[in-house]
């Protein structure tokens, strides 16, 4: 039976006093009805867009605010309120909350030219520098850490030397299934509380001390020797992984530093120990934008009767460059953006405000939705200031008392399961009734556990309900998170539709749900 068949039926089955409040099923059908549709879907042509054409997000880049104003359009072209790219507050340090400096790569050329040629795959890491026109030069294999080896052995021998800073990896074979979706098994487990280690069992591993600060810093010894560049790997089998470098360093006191295939790492770095000359010629040019402006990016589908109290549904805006940010996080927004317009386009009730928030600077520590919640709801560390880098703990504000919850998409693409209710065990009882009217879409579990490292922590540590969705995690690792091969590929568009509908229908069950959902005890 077709989807849009199966959801038109749901209000005939059900009793006409179920029919109001959180559970309209009328309602509820119309959304599965528009949601479920291959023709009238429009998550993946948002998303499409916002992949194929906008491109990466990368915080503090020209790129993601042309991607915020775009969403903001298109926001207000489906009737939502105070669609607006919000500004994050002032701040008085003159750091701009960590983005002194904004980066884009705007040329990417690299290729091996002797022994024999052929093309590498790569990107700079962000917040380095280019290459300043073409340059070409042999590579040199300088794998020791130490201050004194590192010296003893190459000082006087880096300049105009491409320096491959680490061993090849040892590339294991794929004997797994690299895609995956949670078992039944697996997901009856996470509604399991954690357990201490059973008597007798060993002790789980102690974790490595951090880094020691004064640690010899190999890129300052390879930039004071005049190499042209660092290269390093990571991952294998075509995918590589990358990140940013500190981004208060001025660009001409670094040292372009690249990431490359493991393959082709691997090919350059055996010839070297071969003792073959191997040359490589790149072109790279990277962009620098001082105190780029940062935002949230916002709007609202008004409450009818309760419009002061809010519901937020939100995912990370901003991405890593080296693909288009697709499993991490612009499906989560398309996804986010389609269940705004089912809500809208269905008109469906909603006695409390729904808002959705698409977060900028996660990647870089949950930056944006620290500073939105500390500026309009207090209890997490705010502005900076000082003498107190991290920010004071703002004082909990009124605004709490009409929050009714966050929920958060950003476990990569796969298909919503469940719920983390983050240790809130008086609201396990109010999601599985919300489950369901939506169960037969593949969502079934309640975990108690916590999870963390993403935007619906802030909210968690202020103090309101702050929820993360457990999702399949198809390619999520090792494949696509912070990866090459993070493109509008990885999405999986019968997902996406699920996932948009059971949002919405999300959104407008707590919306209407009859009063404030239970809050943990606080310490």
Request: with cysteine; proline share 9%; glycine share 10%.
């Amino acid at each position: 039976m077709m989807a849009g068949a199966a959801s038109a039926l749901a209000p005939a089955l059900m009793p006409a006093a179920a029919q109001g409040g959180p559970f309209d099923y009328r309602a509820l059908a119309a959304i599965r009805e528009l949601g479920l549709d291959i023709d009238k879907s429009e998550v993946m042509k948002t998303a499409s867009y916002l992949l194929d054409v906008l491109g990466p997000r990368l915080s503090g880049s020209p790129h993601i605010r042309k991607a915020g104003e775009w969403v903001v359009e298109k926001m207000k072209g489906w009737g939502l309120s105070g669609a607006a790219l919000e500004p994050w507050p002032v701040d008085p340090t003159g750091g701009n909350h960590g983005f002194p400096r904004g980066w884009s790569n705007e040329k990417f050329y690299m290729h091996a030219t002797a022994p024999v040629p052929f093309p590498i795959s790569g990107m700079s890491t962000a917040w380095t520098p280019g290459t300043n026109g073409l340059v070409s030069g042999e590579c040199i294999l300088a794998v020791e850490t130490s201050e004194a080896e590192l010296r003893a052995r190459y000082a006087g021998r880096l300049r105009g030397k491409w320096v491959l800073g680490q061993a090849p990896i040892e590339m294991q074979a794929q004997w797994e299934p690299v895609a995956k979706r949670l078992t039944r098994d697996q997901l009856d487990s996470l509604e399991t509380p954690d357990r201490p280690p059973e008597q007798g069992a060993p002790a789980a591993p102690s974790p490595a001390p951090p880094p020691n600060a004064q640690a010899f810093d190999r890129f300052s010894f390879f930039f004071e020797q005049g190499a042209l560049g660092v290269l390093s790997t990571n991952r294998g089998h075509g995918v590589f992984a990358l990140g940013g470098a500190p981004r208060n360093v001025a660009p001409d006191q670094q040292i372009p530093r690249i990431v490359i295939e493991a393959e082709h790492y691997g090919r350059l770095a055996r010839a070297v120990s071969q003792g073959q000359g191997v040359t490589v010629e790149a072109d790279i040019r990277n962009a620098w934008h001082n105190d780029p402006a940062m935002f949230n990016v916002v709007g609202e589908i008004r409450g009818t009767t309760q419009p002061e109290e809010i519901v937020i549904i939100g995912a990370h805006f901003d991405s890593w460059h080296a693909a288009t940010g697709a499993t991490d996080n612009g499906g989560a927004c398309a996804t986010m953006l389609e269940a705004m317009r089912l809500l809208k386009a269905t008109g469906a009730p909603l006695k409390r405000t729904v808002r959705i928030c698409l977060w900028n600077g996660e990647e870089q520590g949950l930056i944006g939705s620290r500073l939105y919640v500390a500026t309009h709801f207090g209890g997490v560390r705010g502005v900076p200031a000082p003498g107190n880098p991290r920010g004071e703990i703002v004082s909990v504000k009124r605004a709490q008392a009409r929050f009714q919850a966050y929920f958060n998409l950003d476990n990569g693409a796969g298909s919503i399961r469940g719920f983390n209710a983050q240790g809130n065990r008086a609201v396990i009882p109010i999601f599985r009734d919300w489950i369901e009217p939506v169960r037969d879409l593949g969502v079934s579990h309640v975990s108690p556990r916590s999870t963390g490292s993403t935007d619906h922590v802030p909210f968690d540590q202020a103090g309101l309900p702050g929820f993360q969705f457990i999702q399949d995690p198809i390619e999520y690792f090792p494949k696509t998170h912070h990866t090459n091969r993070d493109y509008f590929e990885a999405l999986q568009p019968e997902d996406m539709r699920r996932n948009a509908v059971i949002l919405a229908s999300f959104a407008m069950m707590a919306a209407n749900h009859p009063g404030l959902l239970p809050r943990k005890p606080k310490p």
